[in-house]
């Protein structure tokens, strides 16, 4: 473990599966507390917390939509509440749609932009107000960015 990492936070959006599950793991075995923010998979969430915690770290999970700026607020300030100190952010979670474009409803739209852009940037802010020198902000996005998928 590092010794900078001891006594750190890490907050980790998306964190209950997939890549933001792997990143929270591995700031785990780092030794950064870490909070493993998720939306819909309760089990999911508490089995990250779990092996998080079999290894030896500290970790909680905690519920918030990140499309849903008072959620993102619940969100820091639970682990804030938590562990008292912010010192990196992993804006990992993101939602896409799997239709083609003329299908999607205004609704859906709404939602892919809260999550990705909106979420993010306050996600950012929030972060930015809490966080000492030396802490960090990791925005991850995917291919779709770059590469038009064909429906």
């Given at each position: 473990?590092?010794?900078?990492?001891?006594?750190?936070?890490?907050?980790?959006?998306g964190?209950?599966?997939?890549?933001?599950?792997?990143?929270?793991?591995?700031?785990?075995?780092?030794?950064?507390?870490?909070?493993?923010?998720?939306?819909?998979?309760?089990?999911?969430?508490?089995?990250?917390?779990?092996?998080?915690e079999?290894?030896?770290?500290?970790?909680?999970?905690?519920?918030?939509?990140?499309?849903?700026?008072?959620?993102?607020?619940?969100?820091?300030?639970?682990?804030?509440?938590?562990?008292?100190?912010?010192?990196?952010?992993?804006?990992?979670?993101?939602?896409?749609?799997f239709?083609?474009?003329?299908?999607?409803?205004?609704?859906?739209?709404?939602?892919?932009?809260?999550?990705?852009?909106?979420?993010?940037?306050?996600?950012?802010?929030?972060?930015?107000?809490?966080?000492?020198?030396?802490?960090?902000?990791?925005?991850?996005?995917?291919?779709?960015?770059?590469?038009?998928?064909?429906?």
């Amino acid at each position: 473990m590092p010794e900078n990492a001891a006594g750190k936070t890490a907050l980790v959006t998306g964190a209950s599966r997939g890549i933001g599950k792997a990143i929270a793991l591995k700031l785990g075995t780092m030794g950064f507390c870490v909070a493993v923010n998720y939306v819909n998979d309760d089990a999911a969430a508490a089995a990250t917390v779990a092996e998080i915690e079999a290894g030896g770290g500290s970790a909680v999970a905690v519920r918030a939509d990140i499309g849903n700026v008072e959620e993102v607020r619940t969100l820091f300030d639970h682990t804030l509440s938590r562990y008292g100190r912010l010192d990196i952010l992993v804006n990992n979670a993101g939602v896409r749609l799997f239709k083609p474009m003329a299908a999607v409803t205004e609704a859906e739209y709404d939602a892919v932009f809260d999550t990705n852009v909106k979420g993010v940037f306050f996600a950012c802010q929030m972060a930015a107000r809490h966080m000492a020198d030396g802490g960090r902000i990791i925005n991850i996005s995917s291919s779709v960015t770059r590469v038009l998928m064909a429906n």
